[in-house]
């Protein structure tokens, strides 16, 4: 396989691509636990429709499909800036996940969480082969930035909010399993995927 490096200048931020030229398809590499720039809060983006946060925002997308997430976020692929995409869909790791048009989020705040709070499994592209169960608000309302400039407000519940709120952590330097009361809690991927298979055997 042959690659290309490519890098983009945004607000002195090097964001470095690479560019498969075979495929003609571009991925980025992802960060993992133990990397800096996951423990860091990320910075505003001030022009969102320079050329590279429009490039920025496509790789990210790849990069995700290609792990088979459903949610990144710019910190992830080394670029502490505030963008996030939420991508729900089924796919190997996540076969229940609601279907959903993927959606940048640029400088995401949210506005609102309900008091009404709910458990279910989490993973990471960052904290590989490690699943949770983590304690989220069912419920929340969000406001961000469109890749096309425009502010939209708008509530999401259930499975889609859970990747909201787990993506929005990823930009103030918060891995999932910090949200754990027991840091130990957790299990290999392959164990979850056994016991994703006996409960759907039933």
Same mark, same amino acid.
């Given at each position: 396989?042959?690659?290309? =490096?490519?890098?983009?200048?945004?607000?002195?931020?090097?964001?470095?691509?690479?560019? =498969?030229?075979?495929?003609? =398809?571009?991925?980025?590499?992802?960060?993992?636990? &133990?990397?800096?720039?996951?423990?860091?809060?990320?910075?505003?983006?001030?022009? /969102?429709?320079?050329?590279?946060?429009?490039? *920025?925002?496509?790789?990210?997308?790849?990069?995700?499909?290609?792990?088979?997430?459903?949610?990144?976020?710019?910190?992830?692929?080394?670029?502490?800036?505030? /963008?996030?995409?939420?991508?729900?869909?089924?796919?190997?790791?996540?076969?229940?996940?609601?279907?959903?048009?993927?959606? +940048?989020?640029?400088?995401?705040?949210?506005? !609102?969480? %309900?008091?009404?709070?709910?458990?279910? !499994?989490?993973?990471? *592209? %960052?904290?590989?082969?490690?699943?949770?169960?983590?304690?989220? +608000?069912?419920?929340?309302?969000?406001?961000? !930035?469109?890749? =096309?400039?425009?502010?939209?407000?708008?509530?999401?519940? @259930?499975?889609? +909010?859970?990747? /909201?709120?787990?993506?929005?952590?990823?930009?103030? @330097?918060? *891995?999932?399993?910090?949200?754990? +009361? &027991?840091?130990?809690?957790?299990?290999?991927?392959?164990?979850?995927?056994?016991?994703?298979?006996?409960?759907?055997?039933?």
């Amino acid at each position: 396989m042959h690659y290309t =490096t490519i890098v983009l200048k945004y607000r002195g931020i090097a964001i470095i691509t690479r560019q =498969t030229l075979m495929l003609e =398809t571009r991925t980025l590499a992802i960060a993992t636990h &133990d990397a800096p720039i996951l423990h860091q809060r990320a910075q505003e983006v001030v022009d /969102i429709q320079v050329h590279a946060i429009q490039t *920025l925002l496509d790789e990210m997308l790849t990069t995700m499909q290609a792990a088979n997430g459903v949610g990144i976020a710019a910190p992830q692929v080394f670029v502490p800036l505030r /963008i996030i995409i939420v991508a729900s869909q089924p796919n190997k790791r996540y076969p229940d996940a609601p279907f959903m048009e993927p959606i +940048a989020m640029i400088n995401p705040e949210i506005l !609102w969480q %309900s008091d009404t709070t709910c458990s279910g !499994w989490e993973g990471c *592209l %960052s904290v590989p082969d490690t699943r949770a169960q983590v304690k989220r +608000a069912e419920r929340l309302r969000i406001r961000y !930035w469109t890749r =096309t400039g425009e502010q939209v407000e708008a509530e999401y519940s @259930g499975f889609v +909010a859970r990747i /909201i709120q787990h993506e929005c952590d990823h930009l103030d @330097g918060i *891995l999932f399993p910090e949200r754990l +009361a &027991d840091p130990t809690e957790t299990v290999s991927e392959a164990v979850f995927q056994q016991m994703e298979t006996m409960r759907l055997a039933h």
